[in-house]
């Protein structure tokens, strides 16, 4: 039977998980306006040099909050069909902005955030190449995929996708349908918008976009 490995320790005894959980508790707590390395210090009680001794820098602290926040999301494993797996993940990150809304922009910021990501990347590109793209599309493909999800997620946080009221609505009822015929068109709708069901929407037009050279049957890649 293996050892288990040791976990990694500050030169004062504290646990190095122990400094990361406070950065991100801090992190999800006050954003990242009220984030800052000396503050996690102040938290753990050390010198800000000792969270840098093992982090290296502020970003990489952020990186690492950003992969264990990913970590946090189950993601099912993959189901034999490219379209289940790549909406299977788009759902994971949507949860995450949910559960997460105040550190979730970190994974626009890097490329990967950690071996998290890389499980979740794994899964999509898989799906392209099942798809039957080339790896030069499913590279390009696959970052559009999270650009996408990343964006929509986003949005949703901040609010764009809340049905539409208040100085917004009136604002638009004052367009009037002459000048905005399309616009009054869906005033009914957007009033009565539904984020769920937009999200649906929005995924399979995406999915539905992706030209397959492998189509699916009875659930198993061709």
């Known amino acids: 039977m293996k ?5 990694s320790r500050t030169p004062l005894g504290l646990d190095r998980s122990a400094i990361l959980d406070a950065a991100f508790a801090l992190l999800n707590d006050a ?22 001794h093992h982090f290296q820098s502020k970003e990489e602290l952020l990186r690492q909050i950003a992969d264990r ?16 797996d790549l909406k299977n993940v788009a759902v994971a990150y949507r949860q995450l902005a949910h559960r997460h809304p105040r550190l979730f922009h970190l994974h626009f910021r890097f490329h990967a955030t950690g071996m998290a990501d890389h499980l979740s990347s794994e899964i999509v590109y898989r799906a392209l190449l099942d798809a039957g793209l080339s790896p030069e599309r499913a590279a390009g493909l696959g970052l559009s995929f999270y650009a996408f999800v990343l964006g929509f997620a986003l949005a949703e946080i901040e609010g764009l996708l809340k049905p539409l009221e208040g100085p917004e609505e ?17 005033l009914p709708a957007f009033r009565a918008l539904d984020s769920d ?16 050279k492998r189509p699916i049957k009875s659930g198993r890649a061709a």
């Not at 050892?3 to 976990?7: C, D, E, S, T, V």
């Not at 069901?197 to 397959?212: K, N, R």
Request: hydrophobic share 45%.
């Open 3 to 7: 050892k288990a490995k040791p976990r």
């Open 31 to 52: 954003g990242e306006e009220g984030f800052s390395v000396r503050k996690v210090g102040a938290v753990m009680g050390i010198d800000p040099m000792t969270v840098l």
């Open 69 to 84: 926040a990913l970590g946090s999301i189950e993601l099912p494993p993959p189901s034999g069909k490219w379209q289940t």
């Open 170 to 186: 009136e604002e638009m009822v004052a367009l009037g349908a002459e000048s905005f015929p399309a616009t009054a068109a869906l």
């Open 197 to 212: 069901q937009a999200f649906d929407d929005a995924v399979g037009a995406f999915i539905a976009g992706i030209p397959a």
